[in-house]
């Protein structure tokens, strides 16, 4: 018959547990100083970096966007204020509250026209023309950094995926996966008719009414009857369908 651990041999194993428990905590410890030393050590090079390129990461889109990718592996955000160190190392706060301030003066030019729905390579395309007489050029990914931002205007604003397309959305509806279908369906000839919704998608006629009925208005399409064998068709703005 095995004997049981006496009170002795309990206490022991007690002790001992106590001990790994310990042992652990402070190795963990140990990780964490280590772990906070290496980031402020990074941080440090990467101010230095920053300095000693303060005009390149400005002019350069290409080199700018580098300068993220690095900022975001040491847990740094250089947009997180347009206050403070980074705002007046580089700028670079402003510059990204500045492109907002142009993206939603051109959302709100073209809304007449495309119902608040804009391709993002368009948008870039104009803001570019926008700052023509500016020294810092600006990429796509400055345009979508720059609308990050502006979330703060509340539900509208932001970057949605159609397909291989994205479209910068200026207005707070919200656009189900229904309408990203029809969308992305009209974008090879620019509309849709709704035989051709409920064919295409395998949809009920109820189906493609009611999310056709919510693009059209919202704007994002508008009702053509002038085909030559009299079927109605939804066209798309040209910049959604390209």
Request: glycine residues 8%; neutral net charge.
């Amino acid at each position: 018959m095995r004997r049981r651990p006496g009170i002795g041999g309990l206490q022991t194993a007690a002790a001992a547990r106590d001990q790994y428990r310990l042992l652990g905590e402070n190795v963990a410890k140990l990780r964490t100083d280590l772990m906070k030393e290496q980031l402020a050590t990074f941080r440090s090079q990467l101010e230095d970096f920053a300095r000693k390129h303060k005009n390149d990461i400005k002019k350069n889109p290409v080199f700018r966007l580098q300068f993220h990718e690095m900022c975001a592996k040491v847990g740094v955000d250089p947009l997180a204020s347009n206050k403070g160190f980074w705002a007046e190392l580089l700028g670079i706060g402003d510059f990204y509250y500045e492109l907002g301030v142009q993206i939603v003066e051109i959302c709100l030019a073209t809304r007449p026209h495309n119902g608040g729905l804009i391709n993002l390579q368009e948008l870039c395309s104009l803001l570019r023309q926008k700052r023509k007489g500016s020294r810092e050029a600006v990429s796509e990914d400055d345009c979508l950094r720059a609308i990050s931002k502006l979330k703060v205007l509340g539900s509208g604003f932001e970057v949605i995926s159609v397909g291989k397309k994205k479209l910068v959305r200026s207005v707070p509806t919200e656009l189900n996966k229904d309408h990203n279908e029809i969308i992305e369906l009209a974008q090879s000839q620019g509309f849709v008719t709704i035989d051709e919704v409920e064919r295409r998608l395998s949809w009920t006629s109820g189906r493609a009414i009611d999310a056709l009925d919510t693009l059209l208005e919202e704007g994002f399409a508008m009702i053509d009857d002038g085909d030559r064998d009299g079927r109605r068709s939804d066209e798309f703005e040209p910049s959604l369908s390209m």
